[in-house]
């Protein structure tokens, strides 16, 4: 009997997410982000999309997404082909 068990993720594969935020955020100053990228939406919002190392460092993003006042909309993790560019029209609702 092996004592094998499924990792809980895959700790040296990048999952990418897509955070929805309230208004649009400024790119200066955004290195805090750990290389999001920023695309700011016609209703009024801004679409981080991006790698993010682990859970730990997703729910960095976030306290400092919450530390600057950028109230949260949505969160939700996508396939990595769908990160790129913001192309993304919704379904994180």
Known sequence: MSDERAPYGDRNRLEYWEIRVEGHLDERGTDWLDGMSLTPQ???TTLLTGPVADQAALHGILKRLRDVGAPIVSVARIAPTSAGG?????GTE
């Open 42 to 44: 016609d209703d009024g």
């Open 86 to 90: 913001g192309q993304q029209g919704g």
